[in-house]
């Protein structure tokens, strides 16, 4: 059966639409989605030191098309970019590190980890209410936040992948409850 070119590309759109998920994808370094801080993980033996990153943040987002879009790459950007600048230039720390002996006194922060001391101002700070502050734990704690502000039922999923440099991230998936399936 011969089908014209215009028919044809209608007949596989509509079959693509039914058979395949659709997407939309920002990437943290090109679309400017970094922020720089410092951190550690107790008892590594390299990472246990402060240390810093400039961490950029890529997003998948897997849902039905709305009208034109699956969500706007604008309202996507600026969750974003939100998150990353609470973190930007803190020192980031994991309130729920059980390792970590946490005290805050009169604007300072002190953190005991074994033998070291830390105090810090409490503004130079972001505590996270995460285990860790590994790549893994950001990425979930940046899936978490995103699908909150985003809220919307036509989405399936939240991809992140947090970078701690070039070529060098965690990644995780994030599916929505409340709406598409």
């Not at 990437?27 to 107790?42: E, M, N, T, V, Y």
């Not at 600048?85 to 980031?92: A, G, K, M």
């Not at 309130?95 to 970590?100: A, I, V």
């Not at 005991?112 to 285990?131: C, N, Q, T």
């Amino acid at each position: 059966m011969q089908v014209t070119g215009i028919a044809l590309s209608t007949k596989i759109i509509k079959s693509c639409a039914q058979k395949t998920a659709m997407f939309i994808e920002l990437d943290g370094w090109q679309a400017k989605l970094r922020f720089s801080a410092c951190h550690f993980i107790p008892g590594h033996p390299k990472c246990g030191r402060l240390h810093g990153h400039t961490y950029a943040v890529s997003v998948r987002i897997e849902g039905e098309q709305n009208g034109e879009f699956i969500l706007d790459f604008e309202k996507v950007k600026g969750a974003v970019m939100g998150i990353c600048e609470e973190l930007d230039h803190r020192v980031i720390i994991a309130e729920n590190d059980t390792r970590l002996h946490i005290a805050r006194k009169g604007g300072s922060v002190e953190i005991l980890v074994g033998k070291k001391r830390y105090v810090l101002p409490e503004e130079d700070i972001a505590f996270l209410p995460v285990a860790s502050v590994s790549a893994e734990d950001l990425c979930s704690y940046f899936a978490g936040r995103l699908m909150e502000a985003i809220a919307a039922d036509n989405i399936r999923c939240v991809h992140v992948r947090v970078d701690e440099g070039i070529g060098q991230g965690a990644g995780c998936s994030l599916r929505n409850g409340r709406g598409a399936a």
